[in-house]
């Protein structure tokens, strides 16, 4: 079978050079190096940033969470997707992560924000989707919110109450109280 059709059956767009070497069962290092650099030749691969490997329509927020293992998309990427915010941040993407960052990655900028870990290690609120994780608006809304104490949104309707009511409880009382306000809820 063809080593790009073994990548592309993993349904994958970003891959490590350990990915590689074990998804094509490949022995040694040297021979998952000459095939990088023969993919990288024939522009079937190419790396958009160092140690990490892409197919040329990879997704940029899979290599974002793949940077960063403990890394989800969140804040702005997932308020403006949602309606929630309306400026466009269509050139950058926001992830929370365990320590704070910025990367310039196919000019794209992405950007990982620090959270303690407590937080960052609660699942709830984020979902497992096509080799990522994102946070839901009301997850995104509260990463934002503790991160940015003063923010603001354009579209408080959008916000799921219940869901809000089950994420809100990981969080400082101080975020808590303050998204009340911006929701203007009891």
């Not at 023969?38 to 790396?47: P, V």
């Not at 960052?120 to 994780?133: F, Q, T, V």
Request: hydrophobic share 35%.
């Amino acid at each position: 079978m063809d080593n790009l059709t073994s990548l592309l059956k993993t349904k994958k767009t970003v891959f490590t050079f350990q990915d590689v070497k074990n998804i094509l069962k490949i022995p040694t290092d040297s021979g998952t190096k000459s095939f990088l650099q023969r993919a990288k030749a024939n522009q079937s691969l190419y790396s958009p940033y160092k140690w990490f490997w892409a197919l040329p329509n990879y997704d940029p927020l899979e290599l974002a969470c793949k940077i960063k293992a403990k890394a989800y998309v969140s804040c702005e990427s997932v308020l403006f997707k949602e309606g929630i915010f309306f400026q466009f941040y269509g050139n950058t993407i926001s992830c929370v992560s365990d320590d704070s960052r910025k990367y310039k990655i196919d000019k794209k900028d992405v950007f990982y924000y620090k959270i303690k870990s407590d937080i960052l290690n609660n699942p709830i609120g984020i979902k497992e989707y096509n080799n990522y994780r994102i946070a839901t608006p009301e997850r995104a809304l509260c990463d934002y919110i503790y991160l940015h104490p003063n923010g603001t949104i354009d579209s408080p309707e959008s916000i799921n109450q219940i869901r809000l009511k089950q994420v809100l409880p990981i969080y400082p009382k101080k975020t808590a109280l303050y998204i009340h306000k911006l929701l203007n809820v009891k």
